[in-house]
């Protein structure tokens, strides 16, 4: 038998997305990049005819390349990440099938009113096998990013940048609530979850470093992610036009939480 061993993922949030502001969500790029300067490292060219060579942007790659690699890349481990996400007002108990009170319906670039940072609640797991044992880091989020009280909604749901090995990690500057993760409320079609190349905060990095081994100045990311379809209601994956991956509880007074979940690779990135 295994053996299973369960550590903490203080701050493991933003693992999720790493964006700038103006976008729903980011492009692996622009992740890249974050994740290959903090590590003293260089993006390059993934597939195309110039595979492997160092870029600035895809647009110095050819062949239909793109500048979304890391030259210093070694996988460590494979694993799941599961991401859970919920909304709970306040007098929800656990008889409940609906909210008490009505929320309004998320939208194309608008959360639910009940979506503010006291009501959004944020678990990960990180699952992972190594040396023929077993480790699952998790933890759960209230009142991101910094734990303190939303007062008047609506609230900032936004963890920002925050500076690890003489670099600047890009934070999660999206909402960190339930239609976000759900892709209800993205403001544009096509906008989907990414989490490629995502940074784990310096608490985080020490906890699942110690496990893998790695230098200081070193960083892990997840360089490879596959979301694996899953389905939590009756009509599977919710089969529709717009997704058939999860099935989306965000809706206004839906009880259940949104759970999606991806196959990763666990990498030590940098010289």
Request: with cysteine.
């Amino acid at each position: 038998m295994t053996q299973l061993k369960r550590c903490a993922l203080a701050g493991v949030a933003a693992i999720l997305l790493v964006a700038p502001a103006l976008a729903f969500n980011p492009g692996t790029e622009s992740r890249t990049e974050a994740t290959a300067d903090t590590a003293g490292s260089t993006t390059v060219c993934e597939n195309g005819s110039n595979d492997g060579t160092p870029c600035g942007d895809s647009l110095d790659c050819t062949g239909g390349g793109t500048c979304t690699d890391i030259a210093d890349v070694n996988v460590v481990a494979r694993g799941h990440l599961t991401i859970i996400a919920d909304t709970q007002p306040p007098n929800n108990g656990w008889a409940d099938t609906s909210y008490p009170a009505a929320c309004s319906e998320p939208a194309a670039g608008t959360p639910s009113d009940c979506e503010h940072k006291d009501n959004s609640l944020l678990t990960l797991m990180l699952e992972f096998s190594l040396n023929g044992q077993r480790y699952v880091f998790a933890e759960s989020f209230k009142q991101l990013p910094d734990g303190g009280s939303c007062g008047s909604p609506p609230c900032d749901f936004s963890i920002p940048n925050w500076s690890i090995g003489g670099g600047t990690q890009s934070g999660w500057t999206q909402p960190a609530v339930e239609s976000i993760l759900a892709e209800t409320a993205a403001s544009f079609p096509g906008d989907i979850v990414r989490i490629r190349w995502g940074g784990l905060p310096p608490a985080v990095e020490n906890a699942v470093g110690a496990v893998v081994g790695k230098s200081p100045s070193q960083r892990i990311a997840l360089a490879r992610s596959d979301e694996v379809p899953t389905c939590t209601d009756a009509t599977p994956c919710n089969h529709g036009p717009r997704n058939d991956r999860f099935s989306d509880h965000s809706g206004g007074t839906d009880v259940l939480a949104t759970v999606r979940r991806y196959k990763v690779d666990v990498a030590v990135i940098g010289p």
